[in-house]
């Protein structure tokens, strides 16, 4: 597998698996998650721009010819943390530890320092899944000015109409 930052005529594919990996959600009682729109155009290009948008690819190929994402994520600095953004896999590839190297590499890119991220707590694939990778989950006490601000964001969307946390991970976790 190969992660890097796509090229700009890729990142149409990024928003067909933020799609496809919305689709889960639906089983859960969730389909206003399942319908939110995905990162806009202008908004994947501006992470792209920054080098804050990676792409998990299947197979490495000759160039970028033939080659489409599997899997992406969008980070950004918060607080002093490298915070995910969103990470989305193709549901057709779940199960291959895309997720977790698309985490692996923003680490790696972010820097040493702490990851941190915002998820459901009740969704499979969210908190318990981020938990099995070294991430615990933040007393409220514990969320940062900046965390605390997106978590007030979310909320804002709607998303607490479910529960939610805000979690971290210190640097060089490995497991």
Known sequence: MI?????????????????AAGE???ALDMASVADDEPPSPAQ??????????????EEP????????????LL????????????????????????GRALIDRAERDGGPVPL???????VPWNAPYYARIGFRILPEAELTPGLR???????????????????RREPGWSG
């Open 3 to 19: 992660i890097q930052v796509p090229a700009l005529d890729e990142l149409p594919a990024l928003r067909a698996i933020e799609r």
């Open 24 to 26: 889960p959600f639906r």
């Open 44 to 57: 994947l290009t501006e992470f792209q721009r920054a080098g804050r948008v990676l792409a998990a690819y």
């Open 61 to 72: 190929g000759p160039g970028r010819e033939g080659r489409r994402p599997v899997g992406y």
């Open 75 to 98: 980070w950004e600095p918060v607080d002093g943390c490298t915070h995910i953004e969103q990470v989305s896999v193709h549901p057709d590839q779940a199960h291959r530890r895309i």
């Open 116 to 122: 941190t991220l915002t998820t459901f707590t009740e």
């Open 149 to 167: 601000a997106i978590r007030a964001h979310e909320a804002a969307l709607g998303l607490d109409r479910w529960p939610r946390t805000g979690m």
